[in-house]
Nanobody, 128 residues
Framework: QVQLVESGGGLVQAGGSLRLSCAVS????????MGWFRQAPGKEREFVAA????????NYADSVKGRFTISRDNAKNTVYLPMSSLKPEDTAVYYC?????????????????????WGQGTQVTVSS
């Protein structure tokens, strides 16, 4: 069983920074493509960023390009999301997700239905 645990959320002023982490239990972390999603109250869950299982490819939502960076450390079974220049509209619960990969180690995935495992989420609140 794969478990994902997010951390690093909190309250920050607009323009500030936070770094989210997602620790993944279980073996074969390098065989999972990873993604970050967020969900604000009353809104659907939306794609934020994704990284391929081989760590070579990334993908970002237009709304976070240039401000957020996804990375992974396969030795630590952890994926990160440093966030800078935060805006009030970034306020949401942020979720980490994992998709098992059999063949396409370069793929990144933006659809929430493509992922197999989810964390419980961490709240990010950006005050104006």
């Amino acid at each position: 069983q794969v478990q994902l645990v997010e951390s690093g959320g909190g309250l920050v002023q607009a323009g500030g920074s936070l770094r989210l982490s997602c620790a993944v239990s279980g073996r074969s972390f390098s065989r999972y493509a990873m993604g970050w999603f967020r969900q604000a109250p009353g809104k659907e869950r939306e794609f934020v960023a994704a990284i391929s299982s081989n760590n070579d490819h990334t993908n970002y939502a237009d709304s976070v390009k240039g401000r957020f960076t996804i990375s992974r450390d396969n030795a630590k079974n952890t994926v990160y999301l440093p966030m800078s220049s935060l805006k009030p509209e970034d306020t949401a619960v942020y979720y980490c997700a994992a998709k098992g990969i059999l063949y396409d180690y370069t793929g990144t995935y933006a659809g929430p239905n493509e992922y197999d495992y989810w964390g419980q989420g961490t709240q990010v609140t950006v005050s104006s």
